[in-house]
T-cell receptor
Framework: GEDVEQSLFLSVREGDSSVINCTYT??????LYWYKQEPGAGLQLLTY?????DMKQDQRLTVLLNKKDKHLSLRIADTQTGDSAIYFC????????????FGKGTKLSVKP | DAGVTQSPTHLIKTRGQQVTLRCSPK?????VSWYQQALGQGPQFIFQ???????QRGNFPDRFSGHQFPNYSSELNVNALLLGDSALYLC?????????????FGDGTRLSIL
């Protein structure tokens, strides 16, 4: 496909782990990113992974990359109500000069 | 450390008018990119400025133009506004165009066209 694809909604209970999945378009993309957007705000860079890595961990966040399947996931451990937001996956295909192609975002709802 | 700042935060215009949005990049960044985010969608790349020149452009008409100043700040201009131009306009800054450095976003300008 030609679009970065994400499921639109995810609902979890506080304290559980959340896993947000993304399928990107170009296996040659150099970097892959996760951004968070809270209501009425811009995008906050959460983490990113270089294409020669298959995993990156940063505190409660774990990113897994499967280049063969062009699949990226973001795991949030011990999800809190403050994690409720829209999460965007983005890629930088070759020739893009570092500019981002985004998915439509996954809305994460955390129930107390 | 000042992040990316955009002004104004909200703007209301009518069809056919022209608008200018402004962006100051994060301290130390020299490259500015602009994105349009329609309601319920991911951001779409408009164009990127580096060394005061437009370096790359997305699939947007010529009604969308921009400028970058010597202090790296940038403006986005939209002429002959259409209802479909209603969106959140996001500015992102990074260091050195052409190198995959993370882009940092401002809080955006919400533009409403009546």
């Amino acid at each position: 496909g030609e679009d970065v694809e994400q499921s639109l909604f995810l609902s979890v209970r506080e304290g559980d782990s959340s896993v947000i999945n993304c399928t990107y378009t170009d296996s040659s993309s150099t970097y892959l990113y996760w951004y968070k957007q809270e209501p009425g705000a811009g995008l906050q860079l959460l983490t990113y992974i270089f294409s020669n890595m298959d995993m990156k961990q940063d505190q409660r966040l774990t990113v897994l990359l499967n280049k063969k399947d062009k699949h990226l996931s973001l795991r949030i451990a011990d999800t809190q109500t403050g994690d409720s937001a829209i999460y965007f996956c983005a890629e930088t295909p070759p020739g893009s000069q570092g500019n981002l192609i985004f998915g439509k975002g996954t809305k994460l709802s955390v129930k107390p | 450390d000042a992040g990316v700042t955009q002004s104004p935060t909200h703007l209301i215009k009518t069809r056919g008018q022209q608008v200018t949005l402004r962006c100051s990049p994060k301290s130390g960044h020299d490259t500015v990119s602009w994105y349009q985010q329609a309601l319920g969608q991911g951001p779409q790349f408009i164009f990127q400025y580096y060394e005061e020149e437009e370096r790359q452009r997305g699939n947007f008409p010529d009604r969308f133009s921009g400028h970058q100043f010597p202090n790296y700040s940038s403006e986005l201009n939209v002429n002959a506004l259409l209802l479909g131009d209603s969106a959140l306009y996001l500015c992102a800054s990074s260091l050195r165009a052409g190198v995959s450095q993370p882009q940092h976003f401002g809080d955006g300008t919400r533009l409403s066209i009546l």
